[in-house]
């Protein structure tokens, strides 16, 4: 397997301007799937002035009608390559393939293009206000939106298609043009929308260019470069708050989809079976590599052995493994640096004195991979390492409450709030519980928020904005009012 190696800069597919490439990974088996290009300082500074000059110079900012027409040809050249996809995403990303059902592929395959295309003809661009007086100067006003300029897109490795679709597909259809960056690991899929692209639509050169490097800091340059007007980030907090750092010079417009450590809440009237039989699933889905991942589970005191019994068999449950084998809701994690990252914070669990209720070691059976058990925590206590930070591996933890109002205390204790699920046997008290959650998404009764109409994104330490929805649509416009004498 071979994926798409080269660049796409000012609508050519070409090589780094060093000729360096580098490796591509499968995760699951440690082979080297092939090469990509390794650009450099030089390839982002043509980039980026590509898509200055195609925002700057042609009618792509202000033709929703070419908009739409290339958005719908990039969807079906995506459609029409769906399988070549869904094969590529397991073996980069070692995604289970059972996700790409999903989100890792035709859950944003289904809309994350189309729904912002649509809006093209029923977003309100323009709106009239009340003619005016101030100052004594009688006024006709209005108040336009218009794109923003180039957007620099920097995506992650645990999602990497959905994540880059639903950018683009924003960024795209509010008429602004794209420099995209995306994780080193997972490099091909990135790669294979620039072919299409450059290929299969009328998308006009400098519109889109992808960038792939080994080196993180391109990513920095996009942030530092004045003709660069805005940043779409998904990924790690610390990486955001250096995003922050890096973008003041330049005032940088900054939209953040960064860590979380979301609460997964049980109430003592819910049914514990159905509410814990899958608990795992919020936690050892992908091995854990989700941002809006539920992996701290609290439960009643009242009926915590209960509960915690349910929660450990369910655990117990899970199928790991290859993630061509559609059995398997678990694969590895991306890289031996991330495992080692996971089985560091399993380590400071036992230290700090939690109870290892399974697993904690990588899985005996498996000479290869970046495997790590499903591995579950007992008699957490919030203030915990492994209750405050974000694993990103398959890692849940049990942590016991008093009441409702000590559910919330806890759920809120943390520095994020990107998502969360409560469950009751009455919704109005499971809302009651959601309305308090300091956090972006929250699932209630099992509800799913997914989609592309549904804004996504943290309070606090998880970002800044939202991804998707007309609130993620409105974040790649700019506003302006303009006003005239009134005859
Ligand atoms: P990361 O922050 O290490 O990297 C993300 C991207 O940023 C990559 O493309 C990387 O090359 C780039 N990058 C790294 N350093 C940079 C710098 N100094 N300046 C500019 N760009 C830089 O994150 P990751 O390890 O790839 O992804 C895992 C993290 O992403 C987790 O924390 C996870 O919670 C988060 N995430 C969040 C969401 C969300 O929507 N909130 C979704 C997926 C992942």
Known sequence: MQGEARLLIDGKLVESSSGATFDNINPATEEVLGSTADA????????????????????????????????????????????????????????????????????????????????????????????????????????????????????????????????????????????????????????????????????????????????????????????????????????????????????????????????????????????????????????????????????????YDEGLEIVKTGFESVTYGDPTDANNFMGPLISAKQRERVLGYIKKGVDEGARLVLGGNRPGQFDKGFFVEPTLFADVDNSMTIAQEEIFGPVGVVIAYEDDDDAVRIANDSPYGLSGAVTSASEERALSVARRIRSGTMSVNGGVWYGAESPFGGYKASGLGRQNGIEGFEQYLETKAIAGPLA
């Open 40 to 303: 450099t300082r030089d390839d982002m500074d043509a980039a980026i002035a590509a898509a200055r000059r195609a925002f700057d110079t042609t009618d792509w900012s202000t033709n929703g009608g070419l908009r739409k027409r290339c958005l719908q040809q990039l969807q079906t050249a995506l459609e029409e390559e769906r399988e070549l996809i869904r094969e590529e995403l397991v073996a980069e990303v070692g995604t289970p393939v059972l996700m790409t059902y999903g989100p890792q592929l035709d859950a944003p395959l289904s809309d994350g293009l189309l729904w912002p295309m649509a809006q093209i003809d029923t977003f309100e661009w323009e709106r009239q206000l009340p003619n005016g007086d101030a100052f004594g100067m009688n006024s006709w006003r209005r108040v336009v939106k218009e794109p923003i300029g180039v957007v620099g897109a920097i995506t992650p490795w645990n999602y990497p298609f959905e994540i880059i679709i639903n950018k683009l597909g924003q960024a795209l259809a509010t008429g602004n043009t794209v420099v995209l960056k995306p994780a080193p690991d997972t490099p091909w899929n990135a790669t294979r929308i620039g072919r299409l692209i450059a290929e299969r639509t009328d998308i006009p050169p400098g519109v889109v260019n992808v960038v792939t490097s080994a080196d993180h800091l391109l990513g920095e340059q996009l942030v530092e470069d004045p003709r660069v007007d805005v940043i779409s980030f998904t990924g790690s907090t610390a990486t955001g708050r250096r995003i922050m750092e890096h973008g003041a010079p330049t005032l940088k417009r900054l939209f953040l989809e960064l860590g979380g450590k979301s609460a997964n809440i049980v109430l003592d009237d819910a049914d514990f079976t159905a509410a814990l039989a899958m608990a795992w699933a919020g936690v050892c889905t992908h091995a854990g590599q989700g941002c809006a991942m539920q992996t701290r589970l609290l439960l009643p005191r009242s009926r």
